[in-house]
């Protein structure tokens, strides 16, 4: 099992800013589309932003505008910038390769991180 590990979370009030990180192995990196999801309390998880290797971004409307997804492939990690943060921002953050087989990412899910945005 290999996992990846994120890390940035925090508390911030609306309007504010967090960037986070999320590193891995090559061998996931190397080889696939990089994704952010997240998981509110009582809701399904969520793919937010994705990123190819040579990256092109695609966002989830909720977010598209607030947040940037890029990578650093020679660090193998991927990050997210969030602006504009809103209270339904709140929730666990994590990252996985969307494109990957279910196998690869049942494998890779981390703890997350969790952002609380309250004022």
């Known amino acids: 099992q290999v996992q990846l590990v994120e890390s940035g979370g925090g508390l911030v009030q609306p309007g504010g800013s967090l960037r986070l990180s999320c590193a891995g192995p090559g061998s996931i990196f190397s080889i696939y589309v990089m994704g952010w999801y997240r998981q509110a309390p009582g809701k399904q998880r969520e793919l937010v932003a994705a990123?190819?290797?040579?990256?092109?971004?695609d966002y989830a409307g909720s977010v598209k505008g607030r947040f940037t997804i890029s990578r650093d492939n020679a660090k193998n990690t991927v990050y997210l910038q969030m602006n504009s943060l809103k209270p339904e921002d709140t929730a666990v953050y994590y990252c996985?390769?969307?494109?990957?087989?279910?196998?690869?990412?049942?494998?890779?899910w981390g703890q997350g991180t969790q952002v609380t945005v309250s004022s």
């Open positions: 996985n390769a969307p494109r990957a087989s279910r196998e690869v990412q049942d494998n890779s």
């Open positions: 990123i190819t290797r040579s990256g092109t971004t």
